[in-house]
């Protein structure tokens, strides 16, 4: 079945580094969404990507849609203490009905003061 | 974007019992979802809701064990039956109305005894 290979699974940083995760798959998306989830709350849509090659940016968020459309990056420029949580991509197919979400593992990310 | 709300947020319940969790959205919307999110680990569908007609599972989760009801285009419910250990997990209710950018509810926390 369709995979999502999401890395890094964990990231240590300084306060003020810029961060750099990514997703790749053997499938194909159309749809690329970056959610994040802080601990005991539902994950909530930090970008959405709909076209390949599409670069999109949210305040210190960019992400990108892979031209092959099988992979995604997202970026975080100057991390402060609250963007600590869980990172997730999510790749989006057509599916009976509709479509189908396909999560990654996930990307831990803690950032020191 | 879509406000989800879910109820309960959490729950301790004894193996055995059902418990039924409610997902109301303040929008009509096109598809809903339910995922279960196991401790430290990503988000599994367990089925699309489907308004006015069986929800749609996915490989491994079966209606007897998550019957599931979307009697219009703002609500569903998902019951966890026979409830086991195993069954302890955050459940999310996921909702999608334009393109296919998909929100999150808060989760509903469930602890089986």
């Known amino acids: 079945g369709q995979q999502l290979n999401q890395s890094p699974q964990s990231m240590f940083i300084q306060e003020g580094e810029d961060v750099s995760m990514n997703c790749t798959s053997s499938?194909?998306?159309?749809?690329w969404l970056w959610y994040k989830q802080d601990p005991g709350e539902g994950p909530v849509l930090l970008i959405a990507?709909?076209?390949?090659?599409e670069l999109t940016s949210n305040g210190r968020l960019t992400a990108q849609f892979g031209i092959t459309r099988k992979d995604s990056f997202l970026n975080i420029s100057a991390s402060i203490p609250s963007d600590v949580g869980i990172y997730f991509c999510?790749?989006?197919?057509?599916?009976?009905?509709?479509?189908?979400?396909?999560f990654g593992a996930g990307t831990r990310l803690f950032v020191k003061a | 974007s879509a406000v989800i709300s879910q109820k309960p947020s959490r729950d301790i319940c004894q193996r055995g019992t059902s418990l039924t969790i409610q997902c109301q959205v303040d929008s009509q919307v096109t598809m809903m979802f339910w995922y279960r999110q196991q401790p430290g680990q990503s988000l599994t569908l367990i089925a699309t809701?489907?308004?006015?007609?069986?929800?749609?599972?996915e490989s491994g989760f079966v209606i007897d064990k998550f019957p599931i009801s979307r009697p219009n285009l703002t609500f569903s419910t998902l019951t966890v039956s026979n409830m086991s250990p195993e069954d302890s997990s955050i459940y999310l209710c996921s909702v999608a109305a334009i393109q296919e950018t998909q929100y999150f509810g808060p989760g509903t926390r469930l602890l089986v005894l």
């Open positions: 809701a489907n308004q006015g007609s069986e929800a749609t599972y």
């Open positions: 999510a790749g989006q197919l057509p599916n009976t009905g509709g479509f189908k979400t396909i």
């Open positions: 499938s194909i998306f159309n749809t």
């Open positions: 990507l709909y076209k390949a090659g």
